[in-house]
T-cell receptor, first 111, second 108 residues
Framework: DGGITQSPKYLFRKEGQNVTLSCEQN?????MYWYRQDPGQGLRLIYY???????QKGDIAEGYSVSREKKESFPLTVTSAQKNPTAFYLC??????????FGPGTRLTVL | EDQVTQSPEALRLQEGESSSLNCSYT??????LFWYRQDPGKGPEFLFT???AGEEKEKERLKATLTKKESFLHITAPKPEDSATYLC?????????FGQGTRLTINP
């Protein structure tokens, strides 16, 4: 089945620790996105990539980093510089249309 | 600045009681208006894309409509399984802008 997978489903981070969230898609989509979702707020764009080896900052990129070495993969690293990382993180991809399809999400909690 | 606002924030209906969710938008050069359904703890599920004013799309008990300033998601004779958060988003020149969502609860 074609789709987007995210792992892990739950992730716990200690203070000062970097953690990496995985996102993989087998939809053959060129564009991939990372969003953050907090209670009562809309999805906010962290980073996006429209092609391999290229990515752009979204609205809230500070404290996050990404890479796009393969078309299928777009990992997100939450660095220690991100002061309030507890949130639900969503990865999405889109192909020839603007329609974005989402993965199941990763819930990150700071201990 | 592009903006999408959804109302109400929460809506509670009885099973079979039809209603509408509102999505107001100011998105420069709108390329599409999207509706998603999101269940608790899960990623959004794509429902509809609307491209031009006057366009309508239907899926089971849901119908989405679009004007130049708003979109509506009409729910006809809802069932408890329609309970979810419904997200609206406008595609501008650079990015997809999301509203805060409407949390819909259908009581049996």
């Amino acid at each position: 089945d074609g789709g987007i997978t995210q792992s892990p489903k739950y992730l716990f981070r200690k203070e000062g620790q970097n953690v990496t969230l995985s996102c993989e898609q087998n939809l053959n989509h060129d564009a991939m996105y990372w969003y953050r979702q907090d209670p009562g707020q809309g999805l906010r764009l962290i980073y996006y990539s429209q092609i391999v080896n290229d990515f752009q900052k979204g609205d809230i990129a500070e404290g996050y980093s990404v890479s796009r070495e393969k078309k299928e993969s777009f990992p997100l690293t939450v660095t220690s510089a991100q002061k309030n990382p507890t949130a639900f993180y969503l990865c999405a991809s889109s192909g020839s249309t603007d329609t974005q399809y989402f993965g199941p999400g990763t819930r990150l909690t700071v201990l | 600045e592009d903006q999408v606002t959804q109302s109400p924030e929460a809506l509670r209906l009885q099973e079979g009681e039809s209603s509408s969710l509102n999505c107001s938008y100011t998105v420069s050069g709108l390329r599409g208006l999207f509706w998603y359904r999101q269940d608790p703890g899960k990623g959004p599920e794509f429902l509809f894309t609307l491209y031009s004013a006057g366009e309508e799309k239907e899926k089971e008990r849901l119908k989405a409509t679009l004007t130049k300033k708003e979109s509506f998601l009409h729910i006809t004779a809802p069932k408890p399984e329609d309970s979810a958060t419904y997200l609206c988003a406008g595609q501008g020149a650079q990015k997809l802008v999301f509203g805060q969502g409407t949390r819909l609860t259908i009581n049996p």
